[in-house]
Structure formats: C-alpha cells, structure tokens
Nanobody, 125 residues
C-alpha cells in the first residue's frame, strides 16, 4: 500500500499562489495514477487535477484550468499542485489521491483507492 501525506496548505489572499505537496511512502508512485481533489464546507469532494503514471499526461477541472498545475516527481515520490490566481471559491481541504489498478487518467473520485488526510487552503477576499 501507498501512504500519502499532504502539506503546503494555509491562508492566502485572493490573487495569491500556493504550492501543495504530497509525499508518498510505501510504494513508488511511478506505478500510480494520481490526482488532487478538494472539498469545500458543505459540498461534495470534487476533482481538481490528475496526472498519469509517468507524469507526461494531465487533466484539469474546468474551474482550475489555466490557474493550477499538477506535477509529479517519481524519483522523489512526490506529487505537487501549483495554484495561482487563487480566489475565495478555491477555499477547501485539498486531498491527494492515488490509484494503481488502472493506467488511464480519471476525474472520478471512486477510481482512486488511496487518499491522504488533506491540507486546508483558505483564500481571503
């Protein structure tokens, strides 16, 4: 099994940037499709971005397209989410997720079978 631990969340003003990190342990993430999800208060957990096993292919939710960038460093066993031009609607707990059963990218929450504990991002107006 792979264990995931997010970091990098915090309070930021609207228009600012944050970079989230997800440290994986137990297995090499080169065998995992990975993604970022987020859950705002009172809302369902939603897909943010996904990345292929090799890191060569990515997908983004429309709400973050052009502002967020997902990347992974298989050698360091790390996943990242660079978030720019943040706004209040980005306030949420952000979760790192991984799946080793299938090779294709997916925005479907149920596809991912490993999850971190989350890191909170708060964007002030």
């Amino acid at each position: 099994q792979v264990q995931l631990l997010e970091s990098g969340g915090g309070l930021v003003q609207a228009g600012g940037s944050l970079k989230l990190s997800c440290a994986a342990s137990g297995r090499t993430i080169s065998n995992y499709v990975m993604g970022w999800f987020r859950q705002a208060p009172g809302k369902d957990r939603e897909f943010v971005a996904g990345i292929s096993r090799s890191g060569s292919s990515t997908i983004d939710a429309d709400s973050v397209k052009g502002r967020f960038h997902i990347s992974k460093d298989n050698a360091k066993n790390m996943l990242y989410l660079q978030m720019n031009s943040l706004n209040a609607e980005d306030t949420a707990v952000y979760y790192c997720a991984a799946d080793h059963r299938f090779s294709g990218l997916s925005a479907v929450r149920e596809r991912y079978n490993y999850w971190g504990q989350g890191t909170r991002v708060t964007v002030s107006p």
